[in-house]
């Protein structure tokens, strides 16, 4: 079982979407006997974005490139490598400006390569990365549900599915906290209320496999 682990919150430890990730990884690790898990901050330790430098060193030669330029090639393909190897991907993915934090984009735009994880065919696009499960945990400052005024403005959990999804990848569960920033006692109640989600659906994935064994 390999888990790919992802942060992308700038709040440090102070951060909803991190407390819940890393209670979500926690819960699987216990429910495996066997496990290798990869993280990567992408706060603490962020990708850059794509840019026309970048192409143009990835088409030259490797004497071509400049020191920097082949630290950012490979930390790209240690980024796709890493998402490649995983059964299971669980991003903590908070809502910044009605989207995702840009962090998070430059990583989905380095695992987002033609040839590798998704490819065009006179049919249209095609998925290559199917058969991982991707666990998304959303937080919000408010609240953007299908029934709530602000839902039009959500960019966030729509792209997320359909990026994935364009990857080939249909297996995405959400864990939500909405309305983190609307009071202390709102705070707290959105993060019990994912956390007991996260407990219950990791209960649920146990009792299932359980009966297929």
Known sequence: MNILHIDSS???????????????????????????????????????????ELFT???????HRTADQQRDIDHGAKMMNDFLAADI??????????????QLKAWIDRIAVAGKTFRYT????????????????SSRGGFYGPDTPAAPLD???????AVFG????????????????????????????????IASQCEKAKTNRQAVA
């Open 155 to 161: 960019h966030q959990e729509p792209y997320l599915r």
């Open 89 to 102: 991907i669980v991003i903590g993915a908070p809502m910044y400006n009605f989207s995702v934090p840009s």
């Open 57 to 63: 060193a990835q088409a030259s030669a490797p004497e």
């Open 10 to 52: 700038i709040m440090g430890g102070n951060s909803i979407s991190r407390q819940l990730s890393k209670a979500i990884v926690e819960r699987i690790e216990s429910d495996h006997d066997e496990f290798e898990t990869t993280y990567h901050d992408l706060a603490r330790d962020p990708i850059r974005h794509l840019s026309g």
């Open 166 to 197: 364009f990857l080939g990848i249909t297996d995405i569960e959400y864990i939500r906290a909405e309305g983190v920033a609307m009071g202390p006692d709102q705070r707290q109640s959105a993060l019990d209320s994912a956390m007991n989600t």
């Open 122 to 137: 006179e049919k249209g696009p095609e998925g290559l990365a199917g058969g991982k499960k991707v666990v998304i945990v």
